[in-house]
């Protein structure tokens, strides 16, 4: 079972940006989709971006339409990491961010990200 921890969650004020990373203990070539969730507190966990591993074409990503321009996903076969550029955000973004394993439905433990004034 592959690891995956998340890293880069922190407080930031609104309109900042960060970025996340999330690194897998073990190759995520061979892993076709990959992404990003969140849960804030009270709420589901939703989807925030999707990437596919570009194997047999370029990647290609999915996002949540709240998200589509402020944030993009990416990741490094190489390196084993799938990294959230976020930008542009908002107090309503405030969560726990999850990386996913989509293929073998695996999960990081989350980052905590605060934006607030």
């Known amino acids: 079972q592959a690891q995956l921890v998340e890293s880069g969650g922190g407080l930031v004020q609104p309109g900042g940006s960060l970025r996340l990373s999330c690194a897998a203990s073990?190759?995520?070539?061979?892993?076709?989709?990959m992404g990003w969730y969140r849960q804030a507190p009270g709420k589901q966990r939703e989807m925030v971006a999707q990437?596919?591993?570009?194997?047999?074409?370029?990647?290609?990503?999915r996002y949540a339409d709240s998200m589509k321009g402020r944030f993009t996903i990416s990741r490094d076969n190489a390196k084993n990491t799938v990294a959230l550029q976020m930008n542009s955000l908002k107090p309503e973004d405030t969560a726990v961010y999850y990386c996913?394993?989509?293929?073998?439905?695996?999960w990081g433990r989350g980052t905590q990200v605060t934006v607030s004034s």
């Open positions: 073990r190759s995520i070539r061979n892993i076709y989709l």
């Open positions: 990437i596919t591993n570009g194997i047999a074409s370029g990647s290609l990503t």
């Open positions: 996913r394993d989509n293929d073998h439905d695996y």
